[in-house]
């Protein structure tokens, strides 16, 4: 394929991904919003009152950044995870292997659309978290960069899992069993000041920690970690999972016999 | 001399649980030809054209499409194929027509050429009408029509069908087989997988029985039957009779009351039974063969082909 038929069959991956979940998007976008607005309201508001200011800013304020980068992760992961998934299940995957698209464009037409979705529902959120709090941005090239890579990152992660995957169960184990565990401890709710000495140790070989606290340096301008290592961290991350995810298309796992 | 359309040599596959699907096929099919790939469940035809669609890894071999060798250049072979596989494959709450241009777009395809090479196929194969309902609306007829819209979008050279009527009523079948043909004329070489050998009889020149992973027969259907050296003709009678008559040269068996099997050796001239039939006062009202003279030479050949190799004559699956 030349530079030209590349773009087009890239675009087309991409449009088609945006139309798949822009289509369901009772189910794709509007929960996370509902979702987010009871975090708002119950820990925002209503507990968050109660618990005062966290590294000297008030609580609502300190928990939205995490509180995007949860929704960014969540949704980023399981777009790709559950279409690509739905593709292996229906054989559609079947259109694409038989075309002369190369796998990487494959990969990144999954990846950037699944992308958008975390990104389209991490704008929603940012939205809403408007209607409980003032926000400003104090780094914004930080806040793009970070929201963008944590995006792409868990995108390509969300492929890597439906490539293994033999059934439905197993695109939800890692979601629930290792994300959602690992975004609740990555100081979405807390500094990790708070915690003792070997707790805060513990915390710091979790990599949703550096791109939460990224995240929150961008927004608010405080971070519990060096945010140049953590920019570094994630674009390694990112680099290694696509050569992973390629090597696994080229080799045909999971979708050739 | 032109490339074949395609040349497979030393074809092997083994699955991971050690079944070994192909064993070394070799096999030409030349440009403009309508090839059948016939055989049994199970005996290689999908994983053999599968290996040529990508959709399958060979475990040995090789495989060029117009001369280009899948190793080589997979990509570039692509572009001249178009693949129709047995199962739907689509996803079936997209609009018929976002499928066609979504595969139009993977090849490459501006949307400016895309849409009215769509909007001519989904004519053609009377889908247009359709297009703008989810694929799941459709009947099965038009799922598989769908698909050959699909395969077709790029302009293949080289059109790949797996069992394209498979479930298809008669009159859609034939609707079907002309298009198939017509295309043919226009260019497109044909590869066709079928049960329905009364499909593979009337469209195809040329042909390849494969059983358990080998090719058993590769020629022209012209030539394949003409090996064919006894044809079995069904008789009606107009009045039922207790027992079969016995006629000079000829095998006459009784299936019931009203009917009889006539089975005529080549060389046997058809005159020569009705004489006799005629003589002995049975009055025949209507003929047809007992099956389809592929059938019969499909039949014959898949057994005799386990009788060598040794292995239990299961029933071979034909539907006609």
Redesign the interface.
């Known amino acids: ?2 530079a ?3 773009w ?2 890239l ?3 991409v449009t ?1 991904e945006v ?1 798949r979940y822009m ?1 369901i998007w009772p189910q794709t976008l509007l929960p996370p919003s509902i979702t987010m607005t009871m975090y708002f309201i119950i820990f925002g508001n209503l507990i968050g009152s109660r618990i005062g200011p966290m590294d000297d800013i008030d609580y609502i304020d300190y928990i939205v950044p995490g509180l995007i980068m949860m929704a960014v992760i969540t949704n980023s992961y399981s777009n790709v995870a559950s279409s690509f998934f ?2 292996k299940f ?3 995957v ?9 796998n990487w464009v494959i990969l990144a037409g999954f990846v950037v659309g699944g992308a958008s979705r975390g990104l389209a529902v991490g704008l929603i959120v940012t939205v809403v978290s408007m209607f409980f709090t003032d926000l400003s941005i104090h780094h914004p090239w930080v806040t793009i960069g970070v929201v963008i890579m944590t995006a792409l990152l868990f995108s390509i992660g969300g492929f890597i899992n439906a490539l293994v995957a033999h059934k439905f169960d197993d695109i939800s184990i890692v979601p629930i069993f290792v994300l959602t565990p690992l975004t609740y401890l990555g100081g979405v709710f807390y500094s990790i000041h708070m915690l003792p000495a070997f707790w805060q140790g513990v915390s710091m070989v979790n990599p949703i920690l550096y791109m939460v606290n990224a995240f929150r340096y961008g927004i608010l301008g405080v971070s519990d970690i060096p945010v140049g290592g953590a920019l570094v961290a994630i674009a390694v991350f990112i680099v290694v999972f696509f050569a992973v995810g390629l090597w696994m298309l080229d080799r ?1 796992k999971g979708i ?2 | 001399m032109a490339e074949p359309a395609l040349s497979i040599r030393g074809l092997t596959k083994v ?2 649980n050690g079944f070994h699907a192909l064993k070394g096929i070799d096999l030409d099919v030349a440009e403009g030809d309508f090839f059948a790939l016939l055989g049994p469940n199970g005996a290689g035809k999908s994983t053999t054209l ?1 290996v040529v ?5 060979k475990t040995g071999g090789s495989v060029s499409v117009f001369g280009i060798d899948i190793d080589r250049d ?3 072979a ?2 001249h ?1 178009g ?1 129709v ?1 047995q ?7 997209e609009k018929v027509e ?1 499928i066609v241009l ?2 139009a ?6 949307m400016r050429e895309a849409k009215p090479r769509a909007e001519q196929l989904l004519r053609d194969l009377g889908l247009w009408d359709k297009r703008k309902g989810s694929a799941r609306m459709l009947s099965g007829g038009m799922k598989r029509r769908l698909m050959i819209a ?1 395969a077709l979008i790029h302009r293949p050279r080289l059109l790949i069908l797996d069992e394209p009527t498979a479930g298809v009523d008669i009159e859609l079948r034939r609707s079907m087989w002309e298009f198939m043909k017509r295309i043919n004329r226009e260019g497109t070489t044909i590869i066709l997988t079928t049960h329905y050998l009364e499909e593979a009889e009337s469209l195809c020149r040329n042909i390849a029985i494969i059983n358990h992973g080998d090719i058993v027969q590769n020629t022209s259907v012209r030539d394949l039957l003409a090996q064919l050296n006894t044809e079995t003709f069904l008789l009606d009678l107009a009045r039922p009779v207790e027992t079969a008559p016995e006629l000079e040269g000829f095998s006459v068996e009784r299936v019931d009351a009203t009917q009889l099997a006539l089975s005529v050796e080549r060389g046997q001239r058809l005159n020569d039974a009705f004489e006799q039939f005629s003589a002995q006062g049975f009055e025949i009202v209507s003929m047809r063969n007992r099956a389809n003279r592929l059938e019969e030479m499909f039949v014959s050949m898949v057994e005799h082909a386990n009788a060598e190799s040794g292995r239990s004559t299961d029933k071979v699956e034909v539907r006609s």
């Open positions: 394929m030349n030209w038929q590349t087009i069959a675009w087309t991956l088609k139309r289509r739905s593709n229906q054989r559609s079947e259109e694409m292997m038989v075309s002369p698209m190369p045909g050739r016999s | 699955y991971g599968g669609s990508s959709l399958v890894q997979f990509a570039k692509k572009y194929l693949v596989p199962e739907f494959n689509f996803n079936q709450f976002d979504t595969q777009g993977y090849y490459g395809m501006p699909r």
